[in-house]
Structures are given as structure tokens and as C-alpha cells.
Nanobody, 126 residues
Framework: QLQLVESGGGLVQPGGSLRLSCAASGVTLDIYAIGWSRQAPGKEREGVSCISTSDGNTYYADSVKGRFTISRDNGKVYLQMNDLKPEDTAVYYC?????????????????????WGQGTLVTVSS
């Protein structure tokens, strides 16, 4: 059974960078569509980025485009976050489609995915 674990969150100053990781124990995520989303205190969940399988297409929310990059490496999925802003503060979740080799589209593909990690907290503050 696919189980996801996020890591890499923490406290960073505005303008700084963090790299979040999404991994599954003993399983490569290369064959799974993955989405990153976030939820700030008192706000609704926001889709941040998605990466499809097969075509490898990537998608970003307008709020993070040009600052965040989703990628795959060594069986994991990463979210590189640069030029972080206080409004990026949130718990970040990765999610996967339990069925391998599916394709997704759009930055909010997470709403259609059915396996979720526990989240990792990102705090952007001076």
C-alpha cells in the first residue's frame, strides 16, 4: 500500500528557499502522478503544483509560478521553493494517485488524488 511521507519543511526568512520531499518507503514514485497542495491556518486548501506521469507535464498555481519547481529524482518527488514569502506559510501536503501511470492536469490535481501524506509545516517569517 502506498504511503507518502513529506519532509523538508521548516522556518525560513522571506526571500529564502526550501526543498520539500515526498517519498514512499520501498516504492518509487516515478510511476505515480503527484500533487502538492498547502493549507494555511484558517484558509482553504490550495493546489500548488502537480507532475504527471508518462508525459511528465508539470503545473503550477499562479501564486507560485516562477518561484516553485516540482521535479522527480531517485524515486522521490521534490518541490523546490525559492523567493519564499510570508504568504507561503502553510502545511504542505503531497498526494498521489494510487493507480500508477495516470496523467493529471492543472495545479490542483490533488483534489482528485487519493493517497496523502501527513504534511510538513513551512513557516516564512523574519
Amino acid at each position: 500500500q502506498l504511503q507518502l511521507v513529506e519532509s523538508g519543511g521548516g522556518l525560513v526568512q522571506p526571500g529564502g528557499s526550501l526543498r520539500l520531499s515526498c517519498a514512499a518507503s520501498g516504492v518509487t514514485l516515478d510511476i505515480y502522478a503527484i500533487g502538492w497542495s498547502r493549507q494555511a491556518p484558517g484558509k482553504e486548501r490550495e493546489g500548488v503544483s502537480c507532475i504527471s506521469t508518462s508525459d511528465g507535464n508539470t503545473y503550477y498555481a499562479d501564486s507560485v509560478k516562477g518561484r516553485f519547481t516540482i521535479s522527480r529524482d531517485n524515486g522521490k518527488v521534490y518541490l523546490q521553493m525559492n523567493d519564499l514569502k510570508p504568504e507561503d506559510t502553510a502545511v504542505y501536503y503531497c498526494a498521489a494517485d494510487a493507480r500508477p501511470y495516470t496523467m493529471v492536469a492543472g495545479s490542483d490535481c490533488s483534489r482528485y488524488l487519493d493517497v496523502w501524506g501527513q504534511g510538513t509545516l513551512v513557516t516564512v517569517s523574519s
